[in-house]
Nanobody
Framework: QLQASGGGLVQAGDSLRLSCVASGRPFSAYTMGWFRQTPGKEREFVASINRSGSSTIYADSVKGRFTVSRDSAKNTVYLQMNSLKPEDTAIYYC??????????????????WGQGTLVTVSS
């Protein structure tokens, strides 16, 4: 089970940190990812981090502004979002893969999904 939180309404230029707590499986064994979706659009990859945290990858649209990290002691993956823009407005989902050594950008590589948390950035 994945429980995402931390979304909210912010102004352009502000920061938010999303959290996703995982339970039910050994958190430290699996790659974690963040995706986002707006109405009428397909789910979009945001960031991925492997099980050890040694490898990360970001969508070009968020590179340099967002940082993904994980804390195995808390079974939690984070998405620190800085310099937010109105186009970052979306429902953000965390996801867990069935493997752990690599990082993945495709949604089909992830088996478990959280319920999503809404981020709204006003201009």
């Amino acid at each position: 089970q994945l429980q995402a939180s931390g979304g909210g309404l912010v102004q352009a230029g502000d920061s938010l940190r999303l959290s996703c707590v995982a339970s039910g499986r050994p958190f430290s064994a699996y790659t974690m990812g963040w995706f986002r979706q707006t109405p009428g659009k397909e789910r979009e990859f945001v960031a991925s981090i492997n099980r050890s945290g040694s490898s990360t990858i970001y969508a070009d649209s968020v590179k340099g502004r967002f940082t993904v990290s994980r804390d195995s002691a808390k079974n939690t993956v984070y998405l620190q979002m800085n310099s937010l823009k109105p186009e970052d407005t979306a429902i953000y989902y965390c996801a867990q893969a069935n493997l752990g050594s690599l990082i993945y950008q495709e949604s089909r590589s992830y088996t478990y999904w959280g319920q999503g948390t809404l981020v709204t950035v006003s201009s």
